[in-house]
């Protein structure tokens, strides 16, 4: 019984179920770190057939060697891709990117498990190995997994996107198949100096190889989240700087639009005065009323509001769209003006985008407030909207096609929110786009 044993152990009969096991493991925990298809409480019921699918397939399939052995892995590394990409939402690269990462996670987890199972076994008599199997299993996986779970939650906060090039993703699937080759070398050949014949020294070989892959990849990982949080920051200056710029430009345009509407006023009343037709008369009223849309009517208590609600409202004015601004500028006299402009633009353009695509008029509609509530400085922004909205960490999610160019008016609102100690967050209800953002007031 004891040799029958020791000979379920060598290196052919590795039972398959300990991989795949851990690859829909950690297919899980990449899926539950990215902006998913469908609704979060929906996106783990369809991992249940695939696992079930993957178990019987490894277990049908195991001992196959040479050309099978390929083909069977092929078929295993798009179980894998199926299963995140029916979850996962973004492009094939993205998938395969993830693909890549749980495949070896999984490989590391698989080789480890095994490894300290057989070696708890050939140091001691047990008498019910499928519940030492058991144990050890769930016990190193939950150290592997667990491990890899809050590494991943390091960036769950974060909104931010990184762009995997065809490149990058080469790079990292050579790492992958390098680190592949190599922990399983040894099921091939055992004549070189990277090889063995010796169970603990092959397992010893596989696990390390698979741990530096794992490491590899990781570290890959984070070299991309840097450079994209970079780009981000960066990104991010420059538009504030721009939207500044912006502001400035609008508060000259506005100045001057308001010169010039006063005189133009003042003339007409005049010619109003001299006038005894009455025709001539209404007519001239006609051109009052018109042109008074474009006085700055907007008097906050914040010069910079002004001048960003004055603007915005010039192009609510030519697009069709109804904006209602209750806003106490005062309240916001503590924010530095760059943050102020970059704010409420942001804000403001974001509502207009999604208003204006509204196909009848009535409908476009937005709604300003700003104002304090105990100890807080509240802005809420609301508008009327047509499409879908999706979000991610209770913010909008950019649906244009390069995540990495747009999208960051949000983050730049996340941020500035956060510098003043506040937080943001939206919603989509009833045809409705809300924003909320919440600010201490300093002491």
Same mark, same amino acid.
């Given at each position: 019984?004891?040799?029958?044993?020791? &000979?379920?152990?060598?290196?052919?009969?590795?039972?398959?179920?300990?991989?795949?096991?851990?690859?829909?493991?950690?297919?899980?925990?990449?899926?539950?770190?990215?902006?998913?298809?469908?609704?979060?409480?929906?996106?783990?019921?369809?991992?249940?057939?695939?696992?079930?699918? +993957?178990?019987?397939?490894?277990?049908?399939?195991?001992?196959?060697?040479?050309?099978?052995?390929?083909?069977?892995?092929?078929?295993?590394?798009?179980?894998?891709?199926?299963?995140?990409?029916?979850?996962?939402?973004?492009?094939?690269?993205? @998938?395969?990117?993830?693909?890549?990462?749980?495949?070896?996670?999984?490989?590391?987890?698989?080789?480890?498990?095994? &490894?300290?199972?057989?070696?708890?076994?050939?140091?001691? *008599?047990?008498?019910?190995?499928?519940?030492?199997?058991?144990?050890?299993?769930?016990?190193?996986?939950?150290?592997?997994?667990?491990?890899?779970?809050?590494?991943?939650?390091?960036?769950?906060?974060?909104?931010?996107?990184?762009?995997?090039?065809?490149?990058?993703?080469?790079?990292? /699937?050579?790492?992958? +198949?390098?680190?592949? /080759?190599?922990?399983?070398?040894?099921?091939?050949?055992?004549?070189?100096?990277?090889?063995?014949?010796?169970?603990?020294?092959?397992?010893?070989?596989?696990?390390?190889? =698979?741990?530096?892959?794992?490491?590899?990849? *990781?570290?890959?990982?984070? +070299?991309?989240?840097?450079?994209?949080?970079?780009?981000?920051?960066?990104?991010?200056?420059?538009?504030?700087?721009?939207? *500044?710029?912006?502001?400035?430009?609008?508060?000259?345009?506005?100045?001057?639009?308001?010169?010039?509407?006063?005189?133009? @006023?003042?003339?007409?009343?005049?010619?109003?005065? =001299?006038?005894? =037709?009455?025709?001539?008369?209404?007519?001239?009223?006609?051109?009052? @009323?018109?042109?008074?849309? *474009?006085?700055?009517?907007?008097?906050?208590?914040?010069?910079?509001?002004?001048?960003?609600?004055?603007?915005?409202?010039?192009?609510?004015?030519?697009?069709?769209?109804?904006?209602?601004?209750?806003?106490?500028?005062?309240?916001?006299?503590?924010?530095?003006?760059?943050?102020?402009?970059?704010?409420?633009?942001?804000?403001?353009?974001?509502?207009?985008?999604?208003?204006?695509?509204?196909?009848?008029?009535?409908?476009?509609?937005?709604?300003?407030?700003? =104002?304090? &509530?105990?100890?807080?400085?509240?802005?809420?922004?609301?508008?009327?909207?047509?499409?879908?909205?999706?979000?991610?960490?209770?913010?909008?999610?950019?649906?244009?096609?390069?995540?990495?160019?747009?999208?960051?008016?949000?983050?730049?609102?996340? &941020?500035?929110?956060?510098?003043?100690?506040?937080?943001?967050?939206?919603?989509?209800?009833?045809?409705?786009?809300?924003?909320?953002?919440?600010?201490?007031?300093?002491?």
């Amino acid at each position: 019984m004891n040799q029958e044993l020791i &000979q379920a152990l060598q290196v052919g009969n590795t039972p398959g179920y300990w991989y795949s096991n851990a690859y829909i493991i950690a297919s899980i925990i990449y899926i539950f770190f990215n902006p998913k298809k469908n609704k979060e409480s929906n996106w783990a019921l369809p991992q249940i057939p695939i696992w079930v699918i +993957l178990e019987v397939f490894m277990i049908l399939t195991a001992g196959q060697d040479g050309i099978l052995f390929v083909l069977v892995m092929l078929v295993i590394g798009f179980i894998i891709f199926f299963s995140i990409s029916i979850a996962v939402e973004g492009d094939i690269k993205r @998938k395969i990117y993830y693909t890549i990462r749980a495949f070896i996670l999984g490989e590391f987890a698989g080789s480890l498990g095994w &490894q300290v199972y057989y070696f708890i076994f050939n140091q001691k *008599y047990i008498l019910h190995i499928r519940i030492a199997e058991a144990s050890t299993m769930f016990i190193t996986y939950a150290i592997v997994f667990g491990i890899a779970f809050f590494a991943e939650k390091r960036h769950q906060k974060s909104n931010r996107e990184f762009d995997i090039t065809g490149r990058a993703l080469s790079g990292i /699937a050579a790492t992958a +198949l390098a680190t592949y /080759a190599f922990s399983n070398l040894s099921y091939v050949v055992t004549n070189t100096p990277f090889t063995t014949m010796y169970n603990s020294e092959l397992y010893m070989i596989r696990t390390g190889a =698979d741990f530096m892959g794992v490491v590899l990849l *990781y570290m890959y990982h984070e +070299l991309m989240m840097e450079s994209a949080e970079k780009v981000e920051a960066l990104t991010i200056k420059h538009m504030l700087e721009l939207q *500044y710029s912006q502001y400035q430009a609008s508060e000259q345009t506005i100045e001057l639009v308001n010169q010039k509407y006063h005189d133009l @006023k003042h003339q007409i009343r005049m010619l109003q005065r =001299d006038m005894v =037709d009455d025709e001539r008369s209404e007519y001239l009223d006609q051109m009052m @009323k018109e042109i008074r849309h *474009y006085e700055a009517q907007y008097k906050t208590g914040n010069r910079i509001l002004d001048t960003v609600l004055s603007s915005e409202a010039m192009k609510c004015q030519s697009k069709g769209i109804e904006i209602t601004c209750v806003t106490d500028g005062y309240a916001i006299e503590f924010m530095q003006p760059m943050d102020i402009s970059a704010l409420f633009f942001n804000a403001l353009d974001n509502a207009i985008e999604g208003t204006e695509k509204i196909e009848n008029p009535k409908e476009r509609l937005i709604y300003l407030t700003v =104002d304090k &509530q105990k100890s807080f400085i509240r802005i809420h922004v609301e508008n009327t909207y047509t499409g879908k909205i999706q979000f991610r960490h209770h913010l909008p999610v950019t649906t244009k096609s390069n995540k990495n160019v747009h999208g960051y008016g949000v983050k730049s609102m996340k &941020q500035i929110a956060e510098k003043y100690g506040g937080s943001i967050r939206a919603e989509a209800v009833d045809g409705w786009f809300k924003l909320y953002i919440l600010i201490p007031i300093p002491r």
